[in-house]
């Protein structure tokens, strides 16, 4: 595949992004950190690592997992990716959680009303009418050769349990350049969550 020189620039900054870690590393790999009540837990992108991922596996679908390593969350889904994406998903069919993406210029990316930056938020499961039809993927992305730089920043929320017992695992995959990442998370209380933030 032939790359201009603005996306191999593109990918070099990124990939510079993820080779640091600041001040606060604290969740290791795999690891599914709890949520207790209305707490906001932290990560940096450095922990996290795609464990599910297998060179030449099938891709399955609505996991916001890239399964075969190529870089790509569930790709062939109908999913939309770009250079930048982030995916959350769960099981429990009527459960609420929220992935709430904003991009540089501190825009919430919502459903239905694409960013002036392009970040743009495809999916919001449940759904009012159960538009997810149980397979609960929330999925934000941006599709541009050159994203804007600066600072996006990812928050997800246990909003309700619809009568779910707790705890509810969610998966957190991320693509920012030219590979994923990934975290397991563990939801208990409704208003916990998880939070974290991406540099261009
Ligand atoms: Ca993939
Ligand atoms: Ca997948």
Same mark, same amino acid.
């Given at each position: ?103 540089? %210029?501190?825009?919430? %990316? ?5 960013? %002036? =930056? ?20 929330? #999925? ?19 909003? #309700?349990?619809?009568?779910? #017992? ?13 590979? =994923? ?20």
């Amino acid at each position: 595949m032939i790359r201009s020189d603005a996306a191999r620039r593109a990918s070099a900054r990124l990939a510079l992004v993820f080779a640091l870690c600041p001040a606060g590393c604290g969740a290791r790999s795999g690891a599914h950190p709890t949520g207790a009540p209305g707490r906001v837990l932290t990560a940096a992108p450095a922990e996290m690592s795609e464990a599910g991922c297998v060179s030449g596996a099938p891709e399955r679908c609505f996991d916001a997992t890239d399964n075969n390593c190529n870089g790509i969350i569930d790709e062939g889904c109908g999913v939309e990716t770009g250079a930048v994406q982030f995916a959350i998903a769960w099981e429990q069919p009527r459960v609420d959680v929220d992935l709430l993406v904003t991009d540089p %210029a501190g825009e919430l %990316a919502e459903v239905g009303r694409p960013l %002036a =930056s392009g970040l743009t938020k495809q999916r919001d499961c449940p759904g009012r009418n159960n538009e997810c039809r149980g397979q609960n993927l929330e #999925n934000v992305y941006l599709d541009a050769a050159e994203p804007p730089q600066g600072t996006y920043k990812v928050r997800i929320v246990l909003e #309700n349990l619809a009568g779910q #017992n707790p705890p509810i695992l969610v998966h957190f995959g991320a693509r920012v350049g030219p590979r =994923s990442v990934g975290l397991n998370l563990r939801l208990d209380q409704p208003q916990s969550g998880y939070e974290t933030s991406f540099t261009l």
